[in-house]
């Protein structure tokens, strides 16, 4: 299921869900008209750090091990390291909070895209004992800001059914205007 929808209010940025093949998800997209110099997070950065939290956007000090467990805590499958050094190094735009008491990250998101006019946001991120307290909305509004601020338009993400209501009130919408997204998938073939 595609979402998408217009963003007419300031909004700030973060990061996306990606789910294991086993589990259904869901595409979701928005386009986005945000002027940025009156964006208002729903938790400043000044709040987070008053919490113990640090908000990071380049993947220095990010301990992929660490952030492998945040995934794989969230249900994600285990990764392979120097494939998410890998996918990191291709991303356009990524943000993630590290807790300062452990120096390891409990939130984190990316986007990539063509920088232009359309963006993919991925692997939105929580650690569970992090959760309800808003670190993944702080990421997803400053990175919809960011992604937003650069004149990208067009921004999509795939997420689980179940979280669907956490990322509509950030301005995404499922199936706009009847779009549906779709994926390719290579099926193996049966032996005989």
Wanted: glycine share 6%; with cysteine.
């Amino acid at each position: 299921m595609l979402l998408r929808g217009i963003i007419s209010t300031p909004l700030p940025s973060s990061l996306r869900l990606k789910t294991p093949a086993r589990h259904k998800t869901v595409a979701v997209s928005a386009h986005a008209s945000i002027d940025t110099k009156t964006t208002n997070y729903s938790i400043s950065d000044q709040a987070l750090e008053s919490r113990g939290f640090i908000l990071r956007r380049t993947i220095d000090d990010l301990n992929l091990d660490d952030l492998n467990t945040v995934f794989v805590a969230v249900g994600f499958p285990k990764r392979d390291l120097q494939k998410i050094k890998l996918a990191l190094e291709h991303t356009e735009s990524l943000l993630w909070i590290q807790y300062s008491k452990t120096q390891r990250p409990v939130a984190f998101a990316r986007a990539t895209g063509d920088g232009v006019f359309n963006a993919i946001i991925w692997d939105v991120v929580v650690d569970p004992s992090f959760q309800g307290i808003g670190l993944g909305k702080a990421v997803m509004e400053r990175l919809l800001d960011e992604l937003s601020s650069k004149g990208i338009c067009n921004i999509a993400l795939y997420s689980e059914p179940r979280v669907l209501g956490f990322y509509r009130p950030l301005g995404f919408v499922a199936d706009p205007d009847g779009i549906r997204g779709m994926v390719y998938s290579r099926k193996q073939k049966k032996r005989k």
